[in-house]
């Protein structure tokens, strides 16, 4: 009993704890408050029935965007916003069978990004998500022009600890059906400098074109890690104030049975 008091606690304190951390970056940083002047179809690039929309997109994002995400925060979903210019938002639910996501760093640079996807990843490599993807009637509205439209996030089923440096998101999908046009996201130019990107047709795709698509505006959701000497000053106060108690009471009740 005293134990599940204790963790009882503990669990409530640090719960509370975790979720006060959590944040969010937006990059580039400026999107953050106002739309790209591009769109991207690369995200949820689908198909008329015409071709297949089976798609490799990889797209590389300075580290200067992430300069106030600490390192060794844990990176735990993704979003995209709908660009102003798409022509009418989803009524029904899109469905995409696989939507495999990876972060990593990279070993190359934005200016010299390669066609080959395999050269682009890390050793840090992470999947952090697979598997089917739904995206709901509503959940991409378009606001009242020109402000940004909302992310849509994707949460991850596994983190990815950033270590510092440019991310790499790389991206393998397949094809759905659209009948009211293609989801175009909110993203920035490749020729402005400040990204870059490799794509080609294709789920699973060996190698690509630099600048096939403009990047995407990208947000990350991440929680900052507990430092190891708050964890042990929160745990022995709070076994000073449990512990103490439950022991008093014990020897309350002896006396009193004597």
């Known amino acids: 009993m005293k134990i599940y008091s204790f963790l009882t606690v503990s669990t409530f304190f640090f719960g509370s704890a975790a979720l006060a951390l959590s944040q969010s970056v937006v990059s580039p940083n400026d999107f953050l408050i106002s739309q790209g002047p591009v769109g991207s179809a690369g995200p949820f690039h689908g198909s008329q ?39 009418t938002p989803p009524t029904n639910t899109v469905s995409i069978a696989k939507w495999n996501l990876q972060l990593s760093s990279s070993p190359r640079t934005i200016s010299t990004l390669s066609t080959t996807f395999a050269s682009n990843i890390g050793l840090d490599v992470v999947t952090v998500r697979s598997g089917p993807l739904e995206i709901q009637a509503g959940s991409l509205p378009i606001t009242t022009f020109p402000g940004p439209n909302a992310f849509f996030d994707i949460p991850f089923t596994t983190f990815y600890k950033y270590t510092g440096g440019d991310l790499l998101v790389t991206l393998r999908h397949t094809s759905h059906e659209f009948s009211q046009g293609e989801i175009t996201v909110d993203a920035d130019r490749v020729s402005n400098g400040r990204g870059n990107s490799v794509g080609r047709s294709g789920f699973n795709a060996v190698q690509g074109s630099v600048g096939y698509y403009n990047f995407p505006a990208t947000k990350f959701t991440y929680v900052v890690p507990e430092p190891s000497g708050l964890v042990l000053i929160v745990y022995l106060t709070l076994s000073a104030l449990v512990f103490p108690i439950q022991g008093r009471r014990r020897h309350a009740l002896t006396v009193h049975t004597t």
């Open 49 to 87: 029935g015409i071709s297949s929309g089976d798609l490799t997109f990889q797209w590389l994002l300075p580290k200067s965007d992430f300069a106030d995400v600490p390192v060794g925060s844990e990176l735990t979903s993704i979003g995209f916003r709908p660009q102003h210019f798409n022509l």
